[in-house]
């Protein structure tokens, strides 16, 4: 079955960017998603990017797919401690999303 | 437009109560969706609906849930007979027409005693 998976941690300094990581297995995906979750709360679209595309930039979000090797990863720019929470990527299948297990990104002052 | 609503944000009930939820989706949203999370993992598939038609169920979703969506606007989610492994945080999200992002709520935090 579907498959997609994360590394459950990143630590980083405020002002350093951040790398999140996501590989998955299904092919198919047309659209791969970003979203974040801070504790206790619903989850939050970041950004997207549609399967025939390789970039997307949006402000200090920068979306990479490497369609060939199956992995996504998230760069946040100039990490500040707002960005502490979770981060979940998820992959369309035909009417529902997988997703990852979620990277807790924490962010020291 | 405020987003997805759903309410309670919060049920605590005894093993054996039966428990809804329910769901207001993005107005104009034709395709409303249940997930289940549990704490430490991502959100899981349970359900999906295009307009009233439910039209997949999870194999998570035992006889013991039922959701509806009868006039294809909001949605409820029951669980009979709780048990303690329902405990979980249950999100519902809305896509609207030719799109494929969905949108999520809140959610309802769910604690079975």
């Known amino acids: 079955g579907e498959d997609v998976e994360q590394s459950l941690f990143l630590s980083v300094r405020e002002g350093d960017s951040s790398v999140i990581n996501c590989t998955y297995t299904?092919?198919?995906?047309?659209?791969l998603y970003w979203y974040k979750q801070e504790p206790g709360a619903g989850l939050q679209l970041l950004t997207y990017?549609?399967?025939?595309?390789d970039m997307k930039q949006d402000q200090r979000l920068t979306v990479l797919l490497n369609k060939k090797d199956k992995h996504l990863s998230l760069r946040i720019a100039d990490t500040q401690t707002g960005d502490s929470a979770i981060y979940f990527c998820?992959?369309?299948?035909?009417?529902?999303?997988?997703f990852g297990t979620g990277t807790r990104l924490k962010v020291l002052a | 437009d405020t987003g997805v609503s759903q309410d309670p944000r919060h049920k605590i009930t005894k093993r054996g109560q039966n428990v809804t939820f329910r769901c207001d989706p993005i107005?104009?949203?034709?395709?409303l969706y249940w997930y289940r999370q549990t704490l430490g993992q991502g959100p899981e598939f349970l359900t999906y609906?295009?307009?009233?038609?439910?039209?997949?169920k999870s194999r998570l979703l035992s006889d013991r849930f039922s959701a509806e969506r009868p006039k294809g606007s909001f949605s409820t989610l029951e669980i009979q007979r709780t048990e303690q492994g329902d405990s979980a945080m249950y999100l519902c999200?809305?896509?609207?027409?030719?799109?494929?992002?969905?949108?999520f709520g809140p959610g309802t935090r769910l604690t079975v005693l």
């Open positions: 107005s104009e949203h034709n395709r």
């Open positions: 999200a809305s896509t609207g027409e030719g799109t494929d992002t969905q949108y």
């Open positions: 299904d092919s198919s995906s047309t659209y």
């Open positions: 609906f295009q307009n009233e038609a439910q039209l997949e």
């Open positions: 990017i549609f399967s025939n595309m």
């Open positions: 998820a992959v369309s299948g035909t009417y529902k999303y997988i």
